[in-house]
């Protein structure tokens, strides 16, 4: 059964400036069903044997379970706190006939939220790559509503894409994977959903002139080359807020 959904009480009402939807509603509890990881990872693999790694004997369940999750009147937010007071938010979109989950980038100070990565029928992304994912992840900073970094790995995932990840990056990956999903392989299915990587594919990043990371992905937002790109202010300001 899926974990009863009352909001949090002790934690303040979500607001995502220039983010329309809602209403907003914080889920942690969410984060403990093994069967929301399922769904939640779906989109990022690819082929049958990643997806059996994947959901095993329980995909019949996850797809009751994410459902359910598509059918709620309130949209469920998890926060990641980054350095500087940014946060990246997590919104799942229970929108009728629309829903996806957005990866939203803000700060008190910008007069708008950042929408970097969009997980749907129409994906777009990637907006993470590997060191921007891990600092994220491992970050431990105070103010949002994700504490566990193996939680914040897996909540971010589905935004990330490069072709460079190091080495230790399966290990990283196949932890978190233990620690959450209760998967039978981890460390084959870490090896699946990297070299998968959803539907963004590997993508290259590099740092321009002026220190910003950009990508050559076709849909990503942070890719200049882009008709749709962040203005070049907007993508500086991004940068600079994950590397830090």
Known sequence: MMTSMTNSV????????????????????LLEEHLFWLGHL???????????LLFGADDEAAGDFQHRLWERADWPVFTVPLAGGHRLHVVYRTFEDDEGIDFLLHHPGWERAELIAQDDGHFMGPGLSWTELVAA????????TVTDPHARLLLLLPAFGDDAVP??????????LRARTGVEAPERLAVALLEDQGQTGSTRWTTT????????????????????ALPPARLSRVSAALAS
């Open 10 to 29: 002790d934690l303040p009402p979500v607001q995502i400036p220039g983010y329309d939807g809602g209403p907003f509603g914080h889920r942690p509890e």
């Open 42 to 52: 779906g989109r990022c693999v690819d082929g049958e044997e990643a997806q059996e």
């Open 137 to 144: 992840a491992d970050g431990a900073l105070p103010g949002g």
């Open 167 to 176: 080495g230790d990056a399966a290990d990283r990956l196949a932890a978190a």
């Open 209 to 228: 002139g002026s220190g910003v990371q950009i990508n050559d992905g076709e849909y990503s937002f942070r890719n200049p080359a882009n008709r749709f």
